[in-house]
């Protein structure tokens, strides 16, 4: 990685080091030595590389529409909608600086307004 993103990256991210998510989720396969340290370390991989991979599986199953990892988050949203979760949950697991940018997900939705009962309907 060039020198000016890796410090980019460094100060957006000062604890990437040590946070789970990062060392963990989706950590790269080949350690590599830092420029700056020189230390030996393990990075996240790279964008593309989940993004390949998820073309792949899109492919091996036989899916023909586009699907891509953006999807998948689209995906979840509107799940989570479905499920009865609230907005701005949702709004904050995907990181929406404005509900605004969630509430596109509620048109989607495939619940009829008959299908949504009142706490009341229960009583």
Known sequence: MES???QRWARKYPNASREWGWQWV???KNLS???ESKKIKRYHIQ???LQRAVKSAVIKAGIHKNASCHTLGHSFAT???EAGYNIRTIQELLGHKNVNTTMIYTHVIRKKYSDVSSPLDKI
């Open 47 to 49: 964008p593309s590389s």
């Open 33 to 35: 030595v830092d420029p």
């Open 26 to 28: 989706f950590p790269s």
């Open 4 to 6: 000016s993103i890796r």
């Open 79 to 81: 799940h989570l909608l």
